[in-house]
C-alpha cells in the first residue's frame, strides 16, 4: 500500500506542477502577448492550439492530478466514510480538491474556448467584419471568465493541498 500511495502522489504532484504550470503562464503571460502583437498573434495562437500537443498536454497532465488525487482522498477517507474527512486536515484537503476539480472544469471550458478561437482567428482575413468582431469579442469574453475561474480555483487548490496537513 505504501508504494501505491508513494506512486500516487509523486503523479498528483508532478502533473499537478506541470497543469498548474501551463495554466499559469498560459494565462498570465502568454494569451496577454498573443492578444497585444495583432496578426502575429493570431498565428501563434493558431500554432499552439492547432499544431501542437499543448491541448493534449493539458489534458493529460489535468486528468493525471485528478485522477490520482481523487485515489488518495479516497485512501485517505476509506473511500468516503471515515471521520477523517471531518478533520482539520480532511477537511482542507477536501477543500481543495474540490477547488481542484472545479479548476479541471474551468480548464476544459478555457481548452475548447481556445480551440474556437483558433479556429475563428484563421478564418479572419485581413481587419475582422463587423458581425466577426461580435463574434469575436463573446469568444474573448468567455475566455477571460474561464481563464479566471481556473486560475481562481488552481490557486485555491494549491494552497490547501500545500497546507492541509499542518491543519491537524
Known amino acids: 500500500m505504501l508504494i501505491l500511495f508513494s506512486v500516487l502522489r509523486f503523479l498528483h504532484i508532478v502533473a499537478g506542477i506541470l497543469w498548474a504550470g501551463g495554466a499559469i503562464a498560459l494565462s498570465l503571460f502568454i494569451a496577454p502577448t498573443m492578444g497585444a502583437i495583432g496578426d502575429a498573434g493570431k498565428q ?7 499544431k501542437t500537443k499543448f491541448t493534449m498536454y493539458m489534458t493529460v497532465t489535468a ?7 481523487s485515489i488518495l482522498y479516497g485512501i485517505d477517507s476509506n473511500w468516503f466514510q471515515s471521520n477523517w474527512m471531518m478533520t482539520p486536515t480532511g477537511t482542507g484537503f477536501g477543500i481543495g480538491s474540490t477547488a481542484g476539480l472545479v479548476a479541471f472544469v474551468f480548464g476544459f471550458m478555457l481548452g ?4 474556437k478561437l483558433a479556429v475563428f482567428g484563421a ?9 466577426q468582431m461580435v463574434t469575436l469579442q463573446a469568444l474573448v469574453k468567455r475566455q477571460t471568465m474561464a481563464a479566471r475561474g481556473n486560475l481562481f480555483f488552481m490557486f485555491i487548490a494549491i494552497s490547501m493541498m500545500a497546507t492541509a496537513r499542518l491543519f491537524g
Do not use: D, S, W
Open 44 to 50: 501563434f495562437a493558431g500554432h499552439l492550439m492547432g
Open 112 to 115: 475548447n474556448v481556445n480551440q
Open 63 to 69: 486528468a493525471t492530478t485528478v485522477l490520482a488525487g
Open 123 to 131: 478564418q479572419i482575413q485581413g481587419k475582422p467584419t463587423a458581425e
